[in-house]
Nanobody, 117 residues
Framework: QVQLVESGGGLVQAGGSLRLSCAASGIIFSINAMGWYRQAPGKQRELVARFTRGGSTNYADSVKGRFTISRDNRNNTVYLQMNSLKPEDTAIYYC???????????WGQGTQVTVSS
C-alpha cells in the first residue's frame, strides 16, 4: 500500500521540543523528495522543511535554527526535530513525497502539533 504515515505530534509548552516521524511505504524512498508542510487554522498549507533532489535542505525562515529535517533511507523514514517551539508553530503537520521523475505527489494524513503559551 502506498502511503505516508506521520506520528509524534502532541501538546507541548512553549520552549519545548517534539520529533515528528513519517514512515513511507509502497514508494521508492530514495527517488522521492521528502518534506514537511504545515497548515494552521484559517491559513494555507506552507512549507516547513524539505530535501532537494541534490540532497540539500530548505527551511521556512520562521523555523530556521529551530527545526531540523533528516531522513533514514534504510528505514524509509523522514524526521522533523522541532526545538524551541512557539505557539505560532501550532498546526497540522503533513509529510509530503514527490517523485523526482514522474512528479507525482503523495501526502500523509497529518499530525497535530499544539504549542501552549
Amino acid at each position: 500500500q502506498v502511503q505516508l504515515v506521520e506520528s509524534g505530534g502532541g501538546l507541548v509548552q512553549a520552549g519545548g521540543s517534539l520529533r515528528l516521524s513519517c514512515a513511507a511505504s509502497g514508494i521508492i524512498f530514495s527517488i522521492n523528495a521528502m518534506g514537511w508542510y504545515r497548515q494552521a487554522p484559517g491559513k494555507q498549507r506552507e512549507l516547513v522543511a524539505r530535501f532537494t533532489r541534490g540532497g540539500s535542505t530548505n527551511y521556512a525562515d520562521s523555523v530556521k535554527g529551530r527545526f531540523t529535517i533528516s531522513r533514514d533511507n534504510r528505514n524509509n523514514t523522514v524526521y522533523l526535530q522541532m526545538n524551541s517551539l512557539k505557539p505560532e508553530d501550532t498546526a497540522i503537520y503533513y509529510c509530503r513525497a514527490q517523485n523526482y521523475y514522474s512528479g507525482s505527489v503523495l501526502w500523509g494524513q497529518g499530525t497535530q502539533v499544539t504549542v501552549s503559551s
